[in-house]
């Protein structure tokens, strides 16, 4: 049994919005996960990072309010220490994330989750 695709959404992005009905427009309807409000365990994200064969600075939003503020670019912080920033303060994780068929892909453009689908 393959396992069900699933988009991590924030419904207040464009681009998430845009990956979501994309999707939908190609008849899938993923499982939707509000990141925001159920933030991806430090597994997941290892998960997920591992996917999208990147590491964790890859996947930051490095512009954020949060990101200055808790010195994220700071070169001596671990892997470790950046993906428990992702946990702790799920705003950093770049937006849309989709999983589908063992493989993930970032929604930026929203076209680039066709390429897992």
């Known amino acids: 049994m393959t396992e069900a695709t699933r988009i991590f959404h924030n419904p207040r992005c464009s681009k ?14 993923p499982e939707i996960i509000r990141y925001l409000e159920t933030p991806p365990t430090e597994q997941e994200l290892l998960h997920i990072l ?12 490095t512009k954020e309010s949060e990101y200055k503020e808790q010195n ?15 946990v702790n303060t799920p705003k950093l994780i770049e937006r849309p994330i989709v999983l589908a ?11 680039h989750v066709l390429d897992i689908l």
């Open 101 to 111: 068929n063992g493989k993930a892909a970032i929604g930026r453009p929203p076209e």
């Open 50 to 61: 591992e996917l999208l064969g990147c590491e964790p600075r890859e996947l930051m939003r």
């Open 16 to 29: 998430s919005r845009q990956t979501l009905e994309l999707l939908q427009q190609k008849g899938v309807e």
């Open 72 to 86: 994220l670019d700071n070169p001596e912080l671990t892997r470790h220490q950046l993906v428990q920033a992702m």
